[in-house]
């Protein structure tokens, strides 16, 4: 099992930033992709970003130029650094690992919440 702690959310106005953390912990001794999600209310779930283990990363077209995903694999935290943010982000954001070995295999946090709003 792995846990994720996501922090980092709030509230911003338009043009700002904010930096998202997931910390996990537990059993992580497989290799895993790490995502971010959203959830913007009325919508599906959608990838926002995400880094492979092997530092692979992708991002949804929207935020490209915007947000940007990093790791500190020291500390197993990642981290999804927001900027130019945009009311349309509003949203709840998760964070995810994949088990790059066991496909179909994967671990949520509890969410953020991010809001945009002037």
């Known amino acids: 099992q792995v846990q994720l702690v996501e922090s980092g959310g709030g509230s911003v106005q338009p043009g700002g930033s904010l930096t998202l953390s997931c910390a996990a912990s537990g059993s992580l001794s497989s290799l895993y992709t790490m995502g971010w999600y959203r959830r913007i209310p009325g919508k599906q779930l959608e990838l926002v970003a995400e880094?492979?283990?092997?530092?692979?990363?992708r991002y949804k077209e929207a935020v490209k130029g915007r947000f940007t995903i990093s790791q500190d694999k020291v500390n197993n935290i990642v981290f999804l650094h927001m900027n130019m943010l945009r009311p349309e982000d509003t949203a709840l954001y998760y964070c995810?690992?994949?088990?790059?070995?066991?496909?179909?295999?994967?671990?949520w946090g509890q969410g953020t919440q991010v809001t945009v709003s002037s």
């Open positions: 995810n690992a994949e088990d790059e070995k066991d496909a179909g295999t994967d671990f």
């Open positions: 880094i492979s283990s092997g530092g692979g990363i």
